[in-house]
């Protein structure tokens, strides 16, 4: 007969475990435990005080899992709540370029004669961009010509400062605030890893502590209820799992919603990875503490070889060890050394995780299945079939050999709709709209290069779509900054080879700059090196096809003259035709860094109205930006500000 020791400890876990798999408690009041077995009633010696222990342990859990499925919820009332700021602010939007673009049609038919007199292709503008030179711009302090104005003669901030020292103290409240929000710390020291805005930050931390939140409301804060907040821990997790799936996807319905981009929301994604290999952590190792010193001797199984040589804790730590190596080969060291290792790894140890956690526990499998629908639905569906085309490319290497051009053209087929959902289904060749990327593979590079994807961003300006100028064509140049891995072997390719056969996914891209910019009676795009990728199209965009009074002004830092090779003379030229205000100072290995603080400050004191500012460029430059924009609105200018990040 066994002994009273081991009959308890049999029925404890029996108890345990049936109340854990079925969500409901599986004790009755008298003592009895109610299961499906042979025997679904039956009696055990065991005394009140522990029967209570055991009860209040699983209600402890059970509760816990009826709280956290309403964290979701919670998502998206928040998310409801960011789709309305959204709204009404891209209605506001609306409102201010009607009024700045009241007559745009004049600017268009100019723009056509121009196209028209001067569209070439993109290996005739590359030759020609050899004999390019910096007209004007050979001085490394900036100098502005905005409407005439003399900025000698007026104060840094012109009429800014007059109206901030008649404003409310209200009002300075809410600009030192709007500052505080706006302005980027410096680097934390030693690991120099770079800090985004505090606005950003702030979020961040709202986000986690709404996990915290969750993770501990309720909970008993006693000691012998540890297993209660380890099982938390994994709750947490398995909720978060469709969120980190839907910020990784490529065509997802956040962009439509908050006029966020997924690379926009990236930052996002990588905050939610971190909080979940944290609550993976403590899940682990809170069960491990639990069985090793927390559990009574009674709810124990017997043998610590027996616990963790169960099948579903062997799940769970290949779940733990995927998601804890998907952390580290993401973090942005990884990346920067060995991207291709971090593509194929990433896919791997996705799946290998997410068969895992589904084999783990019955409860993860809700989540499990919603996240793998969205990576299907991204990966497959569109990408793949949808968004995905082939073309054969030109390949050449600019002056400073360390940079490629790859570029292509073709006829844009007709479409039937250019707009939603029309849009985000169509491939690269139906167009793409100033500041898009795309993700480009190169079978010729090798078998592994087949299934890899780098993304660049679209240097050349958006193709015009107008139904009295049929067929369109479309010329589409990528800048390319050879780094070690792909850009090195497609480099070799390219000295021997002018033409290569590609795949382009894509385009994918946010609007929100772009219409910021329209919204503004001043715009202003700041580029240091290959960020001219970015803010050239939005300025030929403004120029082009958003007329109307509005001043555009367009900066490009370069580190070395050949660099300016990088857009063709003529295209510069077009602009400044086009009444763009183009500044190329000298180059920083010549003459140092540009003041662009005082070229920001210099800009708002001549500007009047709202000025936009989109910078993009290396860390450095986008702080220094960033933070000039900053004191100008803690000193009362109305700016707004987009910043487009380098890095991935």
């Given at each position: 007969m066994m002994?009273?020791?081991q009959?308890?400890?049999?029925?404890?876990?029996?108890v345990?475990r049936e109340?854990?798999?079925?969500s409901r408690?599986?004790l009755?009041?008298?003592g009895a435990?109610?299961?499906?077995n042979?025997?679904?009633?039956?009696?055990?010696?065991t005394?009140p005080?522990s029967?209570?222990y055991l009860?209040d342990?699983?209600?402890?859990?059970?509760d816990?899992r009826?709280?956290i499925?309403?964290?979701?919820?919670?998502?998206?009332v928040?998310?409801?709540?960011?789709?309305?700021?959204h709204?009404?602010?891209r209605i506001?939007e609306?409102?201010r370029?009607r009024?700045?673009e009241?007559?745009?049609?004049?600017t268009l038919?100019?723009?056509?004669?121009t196209t028209?007199?001067?569209?070439?292709p993109n290996?005739n503008?590359?030759?020609s961009s050899?004999s390019s030179?910096?007209?004007?711009?050979?001085?490394s302090q900036?100098?502005?010509?905005?409407?005439d104005a003399?900025?000698?003669?007026?104060?840094l901030l012109g009429d800014?400062?007059c109206k901030?020292?008649?404003e409310?103290?209200?009002g300075?409240?809410?600009?030192?605030?709007?500052?505080?929000l706006?302005?980027?710390?410096r680097?934390i020291?030693?690991i120099?890893?770079?800090?985004?805005s505090?606005r950003?930050?702030?979020?961040v931390l709202?986000?986690?502590g709404l996990?915290v939140?969750y993770?501990?409301y309720?909970l008993?804060?006693?000691?012998?209820?540890?297993?209660?907040?380890?099982?938390?821990a994994g709750?947490?997790f398995?909720v978060?799992?469709?969120?980190?799936?839907l910020l990784?996807?490529?065509?997802?319905?956040?962009k439509a919603?908050t006029g966020?981009s997924?690379e926009?929301?990236?930052?996002?994604h990588?905050?939610?990875?971190?909080?979940m290999c944290?609550e993976?952590?403590v899940?682990?190792g809170g069960?491990i503490?639990w069985?090793?010193w927390?559990?009574p001797?009674?709810l124990?199984?017997n043998?610590?070889?027996?616990?963790?040589?169960?099948p579903?804790?062997l799940f769970?730590i290949?779940?733990?060890a995927?998601?804890?190596?998907?952390?580290?080969?993401?973090?942005?060291?990884f990346?920067e050394?060995?991207?291709?290792?971090?593509?194929?790894?990433?896919v791997?140890l996705?799946i290998?995780?997410l068969a895992?956690?589904?084999?783990?526990?019955?409860?993860?499998r809700p989540?499990?299945?919603a996240?793998?629908v969205i990576f299907?639905i991204?990966?497959?569906?569109w990408?793949?079939?949808?968004?995905?085309?082939?073309?054969t490319a030109?390949?050449?290497?600019?002056?400073?050999?360390?940079t490629?051009?790859?570029s292509?053209?073709w006829d844009?087929?007709?479409?039937?709709s250019?707009?939603?959902?029309?849009r985000?289904?169509?491939s690269?060749r139906?167009?793409?709209?100033p500041?898009?990327?795309?993700?480009?593979?190169v079978?010729?590079?090798?078998?592994?290069?087949?299934?890899q994807?780098?993304p660049f961003?679209i240097?050349s300006?958006?193709?015009?779509v107008d139904?009295a100028?049929?067929?369109?064509?479309?010329?589409?140049?990528l800048l390319?900054?050879?780094?070690?891995?792909?850009?090195?072997?497609?480099l070799?390719y390219?000295r021997?080879n002018?033409r290569?056969?590609?795949r382009l996914d894509?385009?994918?891209?946010s609007?929100?700059p772009?219409?910021m910019?329209r919204?503004?009676k001043?715009?202003v795009?700041?580029?240091?090196?290959s960020g001219?990728?970015?803010?050239?199209?939005?300025a030929?965009?403004l120029?082009?096809?958003h007329g109307?009074?509005r001043q555009?002004?367009?900066?490009?830092?370069i580190?070395s003259r050949?660099?300016?090779s990088w857009?063709?003379?003529?295209r510069?030229?077009e602009?400044r035709?086009?009444?763009v205000h183009v500044t190329i100072?000298e180059?920083?290995n010549e003459?140092?860094?540009?003041?662009?603080?005082g070229?920001?400050?210099?800009?708002?004191?001549?500007?009047e109205g709202?000025?936009?500012?989109v910078?993009s460029?290396?860390d450095?430059?986008?702080r220094?930006?960033?933070?000039?924009?900053?004191n100008a609105?803690?000193s009362g200018?109305d700016?707004?500000l987009r910043?487009?990040k380098f890095?991935?």
């Amino acid at each position: 007969m066994m002994p009273i020791d081991q009959v308890n400890r049999e029925w404890a876990l029996e108890v345990f475990r049936e109340s854990l798999r079925t969500s409901r408690l599986s004790l009755a009041p008298d003592g009895a435990s109610i299961l499906s077995n042979e025997n679904p009633v039956r009696k055990i010696p065991t005394d009140p005080e522990s029967q209570q222990y055991l009860r209040d342990l699983i209600a402890y859990i059970l509760d816990g899992r009826t709280i956290i499925f309403t964290y979701n919820i919670a998502l998206l009332v928040i998310l409801a709540l960011f789709s309305l700021l959204h709204l009404s602010e891209r209605i506001r939007e609306r409102h201010r370029w009607r009024t700045i673009e009241q007559d745009p049609t004049a600017t268009l038919e100019r723009v056509r004669k121009t196209t028209d007199d001067s569209e070439t292709p993109n290996e005739n503008e590359a030759e020609s961009s050899s004999s390019s030179t910096l007209e004007g711009s050979l001085s490394s302090q900036i100098t502005l010509k905005a409407a005439d104005a003399d900025i000698e003669r007026q104060p840094l901030l012109g009429d800014q400062r007059c109206k901030s020292s008649s404003e409310s103290l209200s009002g300075r409240l809410i600009n030192f605030l709007k500052y505080l929000l706006m302005y980027q710390p410096r680097p934390i020291p030693l690991i120099n890893r770079t800090l985004p805005s505090n606005r950003t930050s702030l979020f961040v931390l709202a986000f986690l502590g709404l996990n915290v939140f969750y993770h501990l409301y309720q909970l008993p804060f006693e000691l012998k209820y540890f297993f209660a907040f380890a099982d938390r821990a994994g709750l947490i997790f398995i909720v978060n799992l469709p969120l980190l799936y839907l910020l990784a996807a490529k065509n997802q319905p956040l962009k439509a919603l908050t006029g966020h981009s997924y690379e926009a929301l990236n930052i996002y994604h990588r905050r939610v990875g971190e909080l979940m290999c944290f609550e993976a952590l403590v899940h682990f190792g809170g069960m491990i503490i639990w069985r090793l010193w927390i559990s009574p001797p009674w709810l124990k199984s017997n043998s610590f070889y027996n616990y963790i040589t169960h099948p579903l804790i062997l799940f769970g730590i290949g779940a733990f060890a995927s998601y804890e190596l998907l952390y580290f080969t993401s973090l942005g060291s990884f990346r920067e050394r060995w991207y291709e290792l971090f593509l194929a790894s990433h896919v791997v140890l996705q799946i290998a995780a997410l068969a895992f956690l589904w084999l783990h526990f019955f409860t993860s499998r809700p989540f499990v299945l919603a996240s793998l629908v969205i990576f299907a639905i991204d990966r497959l569906v569109w990408r793949l079939w949808m968004k995905s085309a082939r073309f054969t490319a030109d390949l050449s290497v600019l002056e400073d050999d360390q940079t490629l051009l790859l570029s292509m053209d073709w006829d844009i087929p007709r479409s039937k709709s250019r707009r939603c959902l029309g849009r985000s289904s169509q491939s690269i060749r139906h167009g793409w709209l100033p500041a898009d990327h795309v993700f480009i593979s190169v079978p010729t590079l090798g078998r592994g290069h087949s299934l890899q994807a780098h993304p660049f961003t679209i240097a050349s300006a958006a193709p015009m779509v107008d139904s009295a100028r049929s067929p369109n064509h479309a010329w589409l140049s990528l800048l390319i900054r050879v780094q070690s891995g792909f850009t090195s072997k497609l480099l070799d390719y390219a000295r021997f080879n002018s033409r290569v056969a590609v795949r382009l996914d894509g385009p994918y891209g946010s609007q929100d700059p772009l219409n910021m910019l329209r919204s503004c009676k001043n715009a202003v795009l700041i580029a240091g090196g290959s960020g001219i990728a970015v803010v050239f199209p939005l300025a030929w965009d403004l120029a082009t096809g958003h007329g109307g009074r509005r001043q555009v002004h367009l900066i490009w830092v370069i580190h070395s003259r050949s660099q300016h090779s990088w857009i063709p003379e003529e295209r510069i030229t077009e602009l400044r035709e086009l009444g763009v205000h183009v500044t190329i100072p000298e180059p920083t290995n010549e003459a140092g860094r540009p003041d662009i603080p005082g070229y920001v400050a210099d800009m708002v004191a001549v500007s009047e109205g709202r000025v936009g500012f989109v910078v993009s460029g290396p860390d450095g430059l986008n702080r220094t930006a960033r933070n000039a924009c900053a004191n100008a609105v803690k000193s009362g200018a109305d700016i707004q500000l987009r910043v487009e990040k380098f890095g991935w």
